[in-house]
């Protein structure tokens, strides 16, 4: 989820960006087979960069490797989205309660700045940079490896750049950031927890609001 603007992007990144923007279009459906020599062809690779970029988007669930048959789209509906979205904000919540119950000072500093930039722009891109590197410092603080492990593999869940894609998420992005800081702040583990996860919970039903409106997933109970 994190922009690629300014920078030259690898094979096996624009191949996973290509079909994460076909799924999230609606140009690829639960079910459809993707021919990866077409692919390929399309983007004007190789077939080893299209294999990695499937391979990743098998290790996020959104693929399915059926051997001897083919690579399959997989389960896209809106429990999918909320459960990526859920899930997100339950590791951002964990992490920003251990920084909140001992913050440190240089941490709340970087906070700061990376909040002032995201408010003093209006570029969705730069205010999207500046958010990842916010949470990034947040799970940094949380001295938990594996959390900033595991977040990264969940930010490239939505083709970038995503607040572009949702211009919304600007509002619910400074929100979020300015609350979890005000916690962290006041030593307060339970209010950044619950800005964590209100702002992903928030977040998520903007993505699936756009995708039901546009025809791409329907809303089930």
């Given at each position: ?107 709340i500093e970087r906070l700061r700045a990376l909040l002032d930039t995201m408010q003093q722009t209006d570029e969705p891109v730069d205010i999207e940079t ?92």
């Amino acid at each position: 989820m994190t922009p690629t603007r300014g920078r030259r992007v690898p094979a096996a990144e624009r191949a996973s960006s290509y079909l994460r923007e076909q799924l999230f279009d609606g140009k690829i459906r639960p079910g459809d087979q993707i021919d990866q020599d077409e692919l390929a062809t399309a983007l004007g690779i190789s077939r080893q960069p299209v294999r990695e970029a499937v391979l990743e988007l098998a290790n996020d669930g959104l693929l399915v490797i059926r051997p001897r048959k083919g690579v399959f789209v997989g389960r896209f509906d809106a429990k999918t989205v909320r459960g990526h979205y859920e899930l997100n904000g339950y590791l951002e919540a964990y992490a920003a309660r251990k920084v909140a119950q001992c913050p440190d000072p240089e941490t709340i500093e970087r906070l700061r700045a990376l909040l002032d930039t995201m408010q003093q722009t209006d570029e969705p891109v730069d205010i999207e940079t500046a958010s990842t590197a916010f949470y990034r410092a947040v799970n940094v603080a949380s001295d938990n490896p594996r959390i900033g492990d595991t977040l990264r593999v969940l930010r490239r869940f939505v083709p970038a750049p995503v607040y572009e894609r949702y211009p919304s998420l600007v509002a619910i992005a400074r929100t979020g950031a300015a609350s979890l800081l005000a916690a962290v702040e006041h030593s307060d583990p339970d209010a950044a927890a619950e800005a964590c996860t209100t702002q992903w919970n928030a977040a998520g039903e903007v993505v699936v609001a756009d995708l039901v409106a546009r025809g791409i997933i329907d809303e089930k109970p």
